[in-house]
């Protein structure tokens, strides 16, 4: 059991942190340029070269930080964690700001301005980002990392996760909307 939860946690860390990194070093020109598409924006402004590439960076550092400590926290915990080869670390990384890029392109196509909250759509679209280009880039690490049960635990467990750090880098002013 919590070889499956603290598993399947630590493989996403690398997925769940370019959002928040994203989120601290946005700002500077926008992906879409400003370019629209019936009339709306292509994303808009809160997709933003520099938080895109500070939020793949901090994702792969992060994965390189974690094979770093993976064996005395394993050993500590008494079960096995999975480790990161490159591919992996990069798939995850880029996979959610990706998945979340493509969110915000959903979201101007479907009349939400910056900001709108698109429940379930915020809140899993960096999961399916990550898990696909993992998949992708990665197919003999990801298939030995993300079991059924695992997958099953990050689809459950991240919109809470999600939820909660919004709901305080909101609260701590870091964030326009709670979500
Ligand atoms: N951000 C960024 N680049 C990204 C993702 C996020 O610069 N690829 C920064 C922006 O400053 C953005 C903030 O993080 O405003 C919050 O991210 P998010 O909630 O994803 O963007 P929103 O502004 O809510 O826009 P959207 O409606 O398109 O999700
Ligand atoms: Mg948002």
Request: proline fraction near 0%; glycine fraction near 40%; avoid cysteine.
């Given at each position: 059991m919590l070889e499956l939860v603290a598993g399947a946690l630590w493989a996403m860390l690398p997925a769940y942190v370019p959002n928040n990194a994203a989120v601290l070093a946005g700002g500077g020109r926008p992906i879409d340029g400003g370019r629209t598409w019936g009339g709306r924006r292509l994303l808009g402004d809160g997709k933003t070269w520099r938080g895109t590439a500070v939020g793949v960076v901090a994702g792969v550092a992060l994965a390189l930080v974690l094979d770093a400590i993976v064996a005395p926290v394993g050993d500590a915990l008494g079960i096995t964690l999975p480790g990161f080869p490159l591919a992996a670390a990069v798939g995850l990384a880029l996979g959610a700001m990706l998945g979340d890029v493509a969110a915000s392109f959903l979201k101007r196509r479907t009349?939400?301005?910056?900001?709108a909250s698109f429940p379930m759509l915020d809140q899993l679209d960096f999961v399916v980002g990550a898990l696909a280009l993992a998949a992708l880039v990665a197919p003999a690490w990801f298939g030995a990392t993300f079991s059924p049960a695992r997958i099953a635990v990050v689809v459950v467990v991240t919109p809470l996760l999600h939820v909660g750090t919004n709901a305080i880098a909101y609260a701590a002013g870091l964030k326009a909307e709670p979500w």
């Open positions: 009349g939400r301005d910056r900001g």
